[in-house]
């Protein structure tokens, strides 16, 4: 694993990236094919449409047969990447996901965009808090949580290359940029981005971004923390969590998710399997449903963003 | 097709099926039996087929979406020689390779896995769509239950079939009147589903579901419409070919004891001596 902390700030949009990467793709391989429902106003892949009319299928508003006839497609050789909002991916269709995806071993790759507060203007009915703890309970699944384009990107790749149904999940805007171009990624593989003695904060996708930022706010107090992207979260890097909460004072999980069964549940449960007495904090949404709002005003008020991992920190370490 | 063959096909068909209930004790009777005449027309005289390599890339695909009529498709994949004819004992058994609901990893010749209502018409749309775009020759085959028919995926289903013009697909909807819990007239009402196939962009018939030749004949005037999918709908009984099964008015799932488990061994004896003829 290579990785390359990048510099600039570039911030392509998310959508932009999963479009350039399918046309890459689909030039290269003829079974790429690519299916929306209803949504490709959305994610921007007019123009994939237009270069590749027979291979691009607009399946209409109809979520549960975009996943069964991509998995009957996958039966015959072809690689269906899917596009809707992420809780249209996972929530509507779970037993489609269940029955026609994993359990009959089909070949899709499914990008639910707009997960969490990503939902803004649509509100709490457009939401989805529970994502990865649906998808996280089925077997035979690749679940992955991009932090950045250039992740994203490898991500969308990776589930071209690797036979199995992928659910990646991932806004449709920018994130801030995390790692060079030229950064190669593991199935599988946490990435150690900062090292810091007191504090260990694990994060997904656009909430990386936010454990940098309380970072920068807890040095200047002497905390120091350290960042590991779990981007990875089936299969899950259960070792970097064991190395790299030992020692520690306490250990922050980071999401854009319910804190039931998503990266703070499946942090839990490898430091209560392996016995591990380090204290657990999880910045994650609440047990409540959000509403509509900007992405700032949301992340505000579900409590998930660089000033709750900050309050969440100071406080847990004043009381220990 | 020769009718007496196809006729006999359907028999053993229906005789393995009871003897796998038989063995079990207990299992879907009913939706498997109305399905027996169509199995035995579409792998005997329909389609491209080939038992020894049953992942090959010509063949024609089958995706059963009424999934617990599993018995009969196994009782017709042994007798084409996709497996061993004794593994059809072996029917819900710990570890069997026959579970009752279709499993493509498991059963060779099962081409997608079913049992979760609604789901396998929509894998068959994609499979015939697959084909479409390479534009290979490749048929799909798939029978729906009139029950199954409650379920809302099979009108997305159906919306795609038309509007993707798939007329590499031919959809059965078995109706037998009844599901689970009694007639689908008093359940949810579907009304006249030739009309409503009609109406959804297919070419739709109706033809008598225990009559081979009229199923073969359906099929054969579906192979004549283009840019169209069709649908035949089946009209059967609940339980066909037992006429004691027929007139039992709970048998979607039964329970062999008694007076029924009597009435199952005579019908194997006597469909073991018709086939024997």
Known sequence: ?320 | MNKENTVRFAKEIRLETAKMLMMRGFGHLGGSFSIVETLAVLYNDIMNINPSDPKSEDRDWFVLSKGHAGPALYATLALKGYFPKDWLMTLNDNGTRLPSHPDRLRTPGVDCTTGSLGQGSSQAVGVAKSFQMDNKPNRVYTIIGDGELNEGQVWEAFQFAAHQKLDNLIVFIDENHKQLDGLTKDIINPFDIRLKMEAFGFNAMRVDGNDVEAIYNAIQKAFLVKEKPSVIVLDTIKGQGVEYFEKMFDNHHIRFAGESEMMLKDAIEILEKEVSE
Request: aromatic share 8%.
């Open chain 1, 1 to 320: 694993m290579k990785i390359i902390r990048a510099i600039e700030q570039k911030k392509p949009e998310f959508r932009a990236v999963y479009v350039e990467t399918l046309m890459e793709l689909m030039e290269s391989n003829p079974n790429v094919v690519n299916l929306d429902a209803d949504l490709v106003g959305a994610s921007g892949a007019a123009k994939l449409f237009k270069k590749y009319e027979s291979r691009c299928i607009n399946m209409g508003i109809s979520e549960a047969n975009m996943i069964g006839a991509a998995a009957g497609m996958s039966l015959t050789g072809k690689i269906p990447f899917i596009h809707t909002f992420a809780p249209f991916a996972t929530r509507r269709v779970m037993d489609q996901l269940y029955m026609s995806g994993v359990y009959s071993n089909s070949n899709i790759k499914i990008y639910g965009s707009d997960p969490g507060f990503w939902a803004i203007h649509n509100g709490g009915t457009h939401t989805t808090m529970e994502d990865l703890a649906l998808t996280r309970a089925l077997a035979n699944i690749t679940i992955l949580a991009p932090s950045d384009a250039t992740q994203f990107k490898w991500c969308i790749k990776k589930a071209a290359d690797t036979y199995g149904v992928f659910y990646i999940r991932a806004g449709r805007k920018s994130f801030v940029d995390l790692y060079d171009s030229s950064s190669q990624f593991e199935l599988g593989k946490g990435i150690i981005l900062e090292q810091g003695k007191n504090v260990v904060i694990y994060a997904i996708g656009e909430m990386v971004a936010e454990a940098y930022k309380a970072r920068e706010i807890l040095l200047k107090e002497g905390i120091e923390v350290a960042i590991v992207d779990m981007f990875s979260i089936k299969p899950f890097d259960e070792k970097i969590v064991k190395e790299m909460s030992q020692g520690k004072s306490l250990v922050i999980t980071a999401e854009n998710h319910s804190k039931y069964g998503g990266l703070g549940s499946a942090v839990a449960e490898v430091l209560a399997e392996n016995a591990m007495s380090t204290p657990l904090r999880r910045i994650a949404v609440q047990d409540r449903f959000s509403e509509v709002g900007t992405a700032d005003y949301l992340q505000k008020v579900l409590k998930i963003d660089a000033n709750a991992i900050v309050e969440v920190i100071q406080s847990s370490l004043k009381t220990d």
